[in-house]
């Protein structure tokens, strides 16, 4: 598996031959947009900065969209959407919580997620989580100490930020990491196999934000 991050809250997953892309920027959105083909496209809010389907459509390469709550089966690939609540872009939002099970690994993207605690039945619905994905910049989602401390509550083996930069309050991404007490260094991507997450618990990996597609 490979992981991409792209900026904002967008994530492109590759697995195999298949490509999962995670809330992606649209043309109406005021961020640097990204094109590439995706089997699956998953956006957890409907708001310029997630939703740009038509941007990850290339050739044969056509995704079936997942725009909230239920379950589902694509290719193999088994995805959980949970209700919650986001206030991205100054309104309050649906924002869908997604857990995407592949390669023997459980993925959780929480979105545009508002709120530091999630409902304990929201809770049991997510399976052991692998690798988090968590919004830590604040501006209508988590806000950096409220991020960690709910990513940790969540025991996942692996931390990964999002919604920082443009799109998060200044300094988002040093606020997370010192709560965290961690400084590690950015990654242009991550490739990863379930035997890489032995003994990992609740570490933090950052990645770049990486242009290219």
Do not use: W
């Not at 690798?131 to 709910?150: D, N, S, W």
């Not at 300094?171 to 590690?184: C, I, R, Y």
């Amino acid at each position: 598996m490979v992981i991409t991050y792209l900026g904002a809250d967008f994530l492109k997953v590759q697995f195999g031959d298949i490509t999962l892309a995670v809330n992606p920027i649209s043309k109406e959105s005021k961020l640097k947009q990204t094109r590439f083909g995706a089997d699956i496209a998953l956006v957890s809010a409907n708001h310029p900065d997630l939703n740009g389907v038509d941007l990850v459509a290339r050739g044969e390469k056509q995704p079936l969209a997942i725009t909230g709550p239920g379950e589902y089966e694509v290719k193999g690939v088994f995805i959980k959407g949970l209700p919650s609540a986001s206030y991205v872009g100054g309104s309050q939002k649906i924002n869908t919580i997604y857990t995407v099970s592949l390669e023997n690994m459980n993925l959780c993207f929480l979105g545009v997620l508002d709120g530091d605690k999630l409902p304990p039945e929201t809770v049991e619905e997510l399976d052991e989580i692998d690798v988090l994905f968590v919004p830590i910049g604040g501006e209508g989602a988590l806000a950096p100490a409220a991020a960690y401390k709910l990513a940790v509550s969540l025991e996942p083996k692996l931390i990964i930020p999002t919604h920082y930069g443009n799109v998060g309050a200044k300094d988002a991404l040093k606020v997370f990491l010192k709560e965290a007490g961690e400084s590690p260094k950015a990654e242009e991507k991550l490739t990863l196999k379930k035997k890489d997450l032995e003994g990992k618990e609740a570490d933090i990996l950052v990645l770049a934000e990486n242009d290219k597609s």
